[in-house]
């Protein structure tokens, strides 16, 4: 009889098919089950539930005769229908939840995750050489950048800095709408987007599952030939932008020259590797400057595997860190994705983002709708759920360390050396959002006083103790000091409640 291997829903490129390594030899035969208690459990976006269900199915007719599709309402059903007590493998999954699962069938084989550039063990041996000191993003991505050799001219980084940050912290061009660069890439939908949209109405009409957000046309890619299509059309004329504007917001142009590139990559349909190595062809041909090419390496080959790592190192626990004992509720305007309801012309803008595609760029999730929650000290697990609900890139292993530990500093500064928080200033420097406010982003108090400025100061005398030990952040609470109406404003905060400001 053929191998079975399955393949869970964020394992859908031919990296996770090839039969290199051993792992699937040329004969195997595919599974893919769909789960509806995943979306029992969870109020998911739709268009994010659209496009996993899009992508498995699109991916279950590439492979033909060799794979098997089931609709269950567990992965153990989908498992007993097709294989019985048969043996199965998988490669490593990307959730906690998922990895016990298989490990608790003894009929299925786990090998090594892929869909990463660095393994479990590297990061293991390099986290042991820190020797406790804190595990740095960027000392993580120059031992990657050093040991797979990316954007390295002999053993020194390309233009002598690991960091081109200081480039890329343009605001927005002045009086532009839009930044000057193509439209970015979206697919079309076909037959099969259809049969799950049909579906996905018949689950809320009979089976009782419900959505947050819209269901627009869908904006990702479902399939390796999209995916690439993506990579390819953000490197040729997108990528060139990306690093002087990577943290700047514009009302009119939610994506700005992001590569939008998450979903393919969380769906395994894109490989890391295969986007590292456009960047740095598209730098050494000379279509783009280095500070672009070296600031989306970063993100891939930085961030995104340094995230990865943390959250299988730091433990099951750390999903319940709460170091500034934050338990506010998510109000219901937020929850719902009631942009309509919010004043904050910044707040209402990325919340109505959300809303339409589940997708927002990093810095209005950092920013705006994170720095929100931290400063009305709402319960960072409920924050943590309501990310990986409502964007179309969220899964666990991503949500954990970015809102737990980025976005929260839940986890008291594990993963950042500060929280992520600021006043309207930043929001205006980096954005045109204050323009068309009812608030005045350097006002704290009186009827036009900005929420984020307001919060900021009342963040910051909540935590005083915590924060004035912190070097980075000591000037910042010393600010408090020369405020002279600490008291008030941390009044208004209080009486703002959790009303959509
Ligand atoms: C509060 C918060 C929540 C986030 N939640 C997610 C999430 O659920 N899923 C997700 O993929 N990213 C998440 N990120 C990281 C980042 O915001 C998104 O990866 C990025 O905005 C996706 O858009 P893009 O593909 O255009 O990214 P680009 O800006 O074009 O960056 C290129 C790629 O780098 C990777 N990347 C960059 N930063 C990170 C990071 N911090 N963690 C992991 N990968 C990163 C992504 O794969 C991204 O596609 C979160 C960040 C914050 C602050
Ligand atoms: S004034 Fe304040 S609330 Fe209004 S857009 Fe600017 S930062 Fe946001």
Redesign the pocket.
């Known amino acids: 009889m053929s191998p079975v291997h399955w393949l869970f829903g964020d394992q859908l490129g031919p990296h996770f098919t090839a039969t290199d390594g051993g792992a699937t030899p040329p004969a195997t035969r595919w599974l893919l089950i769909e789960s509806r208690a995943v979306f029992r459990r969870r109020r998911f976006h739709r268009a994010k539930a659209h496009l996993v269900l899009s992508a498995m199915r699109h991916r279950a007719a590439e492979l033909g005769d060799r794979a098997r599709h089931v609709s269950a309402e567990t992965y153990r059903e989908g498992l007993a229908r097709t294989v019985g007590a048969g043996p199965v493998s998988v490669h490593h999954p990307t959730s906690r939840a998922a990895l016990a699962l298989v490990d608790s069938l003894p009929q299925v084989t786990v090998h090594p995750a892929r869909g990463f550039l660095t393994g479990h063990r590297e990061f293991a041996d390099w986290a042991a050489r820190q020797k406790g000191r804190r595990l740095l993003q960027e000392n993580f991505y120059e031992h990657t950048r050093r040991t797979h050799d990316i954007l390295m001219e002999g053993d020194r980084p390309a233009g002598g800095r690991w960091n081109l940050d200081h480039d890329n912290r343009e605001p927005p061009p002045r009086g532009a709408d839009a930044l000057d660069v193509e439209r970015p890439y979206r697919p079309g939908e076909d037959e099969i987007d259809e049969e799950v949209r049909r579906d996905l109405d018949r689950w809320e009409r009979e089976e009782g599952i419900s959505f947050a957000g819209r269901d627009g046309p869908r904006l990702f890619p479902a399939t390796r030939q999209e995916a690439l299509a993506a990579l390819d059309h953000f490197v040729t004329h997108r990528l060139p932008t990306?690093g002087a504007y990577?943290d700047a917001m514009l009302a009119g142009d939610p994506v700005m020259s992001?590569?939008?590139?998450?979903s393919s990559?969380?769906l395994g349909l894109l490989d890391p590797w295969e986007c590292v190595s456009r960047a740095e062809e598209a730098w050494r041909a000379g279509h783009v400057p280095l500070n672009s090419a070296e600031g989306?390496v970063r993100?891939?080959c930085g961030?995104?595997e340094y995230?990865w790592h943390l959250y299988w190192h730091f433990g099951e626990d750390y999903r319940h860190r709460n170091a500034l004992r934050h338990t506010a509720p998510l109000p219901d305007w937020f929850a719902e994705l009631d942009a309509d309801a919010v004043g904050a012309r910044c707040l209402s803008t990325v919340l109505a983002q959300v809303r339409d595609t589940g997708?927002t760029?990093?810095i209005p999730?950092?920013m705006v709708l994170?720095s929100h929650a931290l400063q009305r000290g709402w319960d960072p697990g409920a924050v943590t759920d309501w990310?990986h609900r409502c964007?179309v890139?969220?899964?666990d292993w991503?949500?954990l360390p970015?809102?737990v530990g980025?976005?929260q500093y839940a986890d008291g500064g594990l993963m950042t050396t500060k929280p992520y928080t600021s006043g309207g200033a930043y929001i205006h420097r980096m954005s045109d959002l204050c323009g068309g406010c009812r608030y005045r982003p350097g006002d704290r108090s009186g009827a036009r006083a900005c929420p984020y400025t307001v919060g900021y100061w009342a963040f910051l005398r909540r935590h005083r103790a915590r924060l004035e030990g912190n070097p980075r952040m000591t000037r910042a609470v010393r600010g408090l000091d020369r405020l002279g109406d600490a008291d008030q404003v941390a009044r208004q905060h209080r009486d703002a409640g959790d009303a959509p400001p």
């Open positions: 990306f990577e992001h590569s939008l590139l998450s990559l969380n989306f993100q891939v961030w995104r995230v997708w760029h990093h999730r950092l994170g990310f964007f890139d969220g899964y991503v949500m970015n809102v980025m976005s």
